[in-house]
């Protein structure tokens, strides 16, 4: 009987989030009366991956986060997904474009989950050989342990790396000429417009140098441009995290790469240069009053940090994207501010700041809400109502 879903951890992500969103998606599923298998590949993995092969008659789907399974083979050169006559789902977490190798293939049960509408329709438009490609965010994660606002120890908190523009114009410096005119460029078009999409800004690129692709050479074309988002996330999450700094509100900044900011050397700002695990930065989360997000170059969905922060009575703080006003009520279940101009960021938390009791009222709003649509028992839900249908 086709009663079970498998979830494979085929690589291990930053901070092992995958490991995290699996345990999750799995509590969940579980919970909807639905039996569940993991399939760890990171120890004895061609063993792990015939033994699933055999038994697949009780599969009736399977997942993996980035998964590496779409280039796998058989000894005989059979691709894996060709073999493996199961529904899979491919759950990127983050732009397309970094996984081309994984999704340049087609396979009749292979379909392709996005946390972004935008990324869902490039996919749609430049990967017509994917199955099917979906829309379902990450799921928010509660804390263990949850805090008053009064007794949370971090008053405002930002979360991620940092790699300097330096190290990554040093990357930029190694390519050919036309490719390097070419991110240098849309570099330039997506910062000087935020709301540009890397897959628009080629488009706009390609049309002033009068050059045609086809679909599969576009998608080629964005995959070798990947050092344009890398670049400017990098430089927008240090404009934001300087701006905050300048609101003077006692600042946490967790993360490699920040201790080389000279702006952020000051007695008010506390930096950890070390990594956190997934769940040890969940807690984090729900012990700050503040989370200041960004998520650069997404335009068409939100990070699961800012579901988190909701569910754990946590200040969203975080862009205003035509998306982001859409999904959530500025002011009552979040903050958001113009990333196009940091000066708004810097007054609007140091504002904000000042009034807990706001904070508190926000929180509340945003806590209900989360608990209403955003846990990872509503994306297992969604999962059977709105994706894998055909059961």
């Given at each position: 009987m086709k009663d079970t879903v498998l979830l494979f951890e085929s690589r291990d992500l930053c901070y092992e989030s995958n490991r995290y969103f699996i345990k999750c998606?799995?509590?969940?599923?579980?919970?909807?009366?639905?039996?569940?298998?993991?399939?760890?590949?990171?120890?004895?993995?061609?063993?792990?991956?015939?033994?699933?092969?055999?038994?697949?008659?009780?599969?009736?789907?399977?997942?993996?986060?980035?998964?590496?399974?779409?280039?796998?083979?058989?000894?005989?050169?059979?691709?894996?997904?060709?073999?493996?006559?199961?529904?899979?789902?491919?759950?990127?977490?983050?732009?397309?474009?970094?996984?081309?190798?994984?999704?340049?293939?087609?396979?009749s049960h292979y379909s392709v989950i996005c946390i972004d509408t935008c990324h869902q329709k490039y996919m749609q438009k430049y990967?017509?050989?994917?199955?099917?490609?979906?829309?379902?965010?990450?799921?928010?994660?509660?804390?263990?342990?949850?805090?008053?606002?009064?007794?949370?120890?971090?008053?405002l908190l930002f979360l991620g790396t940092y790699e300097p523009e330096a190290a990554l114009h040093e990357q930029l410096e190694d390519y050919a000429l036309p490719l390097k005119k070419?991110?240098?460029?849309?570099?330039?078009?997506?910062?000087?417009?935020?709301?540009?999409?890397?897959?628009?800004?080629?488009?706009a690129y390609l049309r002033d140098q009068g050059e045609v692709l086809t679909e599969a050479e576009f998608a080629v074309r964005l995959n070798h441009a990947y050092l344009a988002d890398k670049y400017l996330r990098n430089l927008k999450r240090k404009k934001a995290v300087i701006a905050a700094e300048k609101s003077k509100i006692p600042f946490t900044v967790i993360g490699h790469g920040w201790d080389v900011l000279d702006e952020l050397h000051h007695k008010q700002v506390t930096?950890?240069?070390?990594?956190?695990?997934?769940?040890?930065?969940?807690?984090?989360m729900a012990d700050a009053k503040i989370l200041l997000n960004t998520t650069p170059c997404f335009h068409g969905g939100l990070h699961d940090r800012v579901y988190t922060a909701m569910l754990n009575h946590t200040l969203a703080f975080t862009e205003d994207t035509p998306f982001s006003r859409n999904e959530l009520a500025d002011?009552?279940?979040?903050?958001?501010?113009?990333?196009?101009?940091?000066?708004?960021?810097?007054?609007?938390?140091?504002?904000?700041?000042?009034?807990?009791?706001?904070?508190?009222?926000?929180?509340?709003?945003?806590?209900?809400?989360?608990?209403?649509?955003?846990?990872?028992?509503?994306?297992?839900?969604?999962?059977?109502?709105?994706?894998h249908t055909d059961r």
């Open positions: 998606l799995k509590q969940a599923f579980e919970s909807l009366g639905y039996p569940v298998e993991v399939c760890d590949l990171s120890l004895r993995m061609e063993e792990k991956l015939e033994t699933v092969l055999a038994g697949q008659e009780k599969y009736m789907a399977a997942l993996d986060f980035n998964s590496l399974l779409p280039r796998m083979e058989l000894e005989d050169g059979t691709p894996y997904l060709e073999a493996f006559q199961v529904p899979f789902y491919n759950y990127l977490v983050d732009h397309p474009l970094y996984h081309h190798v994984g999704i340049r293939c087609g396979f990967y017509p050989q994917i199955r099917q490609v979906y829309y379902l965010p990450l799921g928010a994660a509660e804390a263990q342990f949850e805090k008053e606002l009064e007794q949370k120890r971090f008053e070419e991110v240098s460029a849309l570099i330039d078009m997506m910062d000087a417009d935020h709301a540009l999409t890397q897959e628009d800004a080629l488009a930096l950890y240069t070390g990594g956190v695990s997934y769940p040890v930065s969940i807690q984090m002011q009552k279940e979040a903050v958001l501010y113009n990333d196009s101009d940091l000066d708004t960021l810097t007054e609007k938390l140091a504002d904000i700041y000042k009034h807990p009791a706001e904070i508190k009222n926000i929180t509340d709003h945003a806590y209900r809400k989360a608990q209403a649509a955003y846990t990872w028992e509503h994306r297992a839900e969604t999962f059977f109502s709105g994706v």
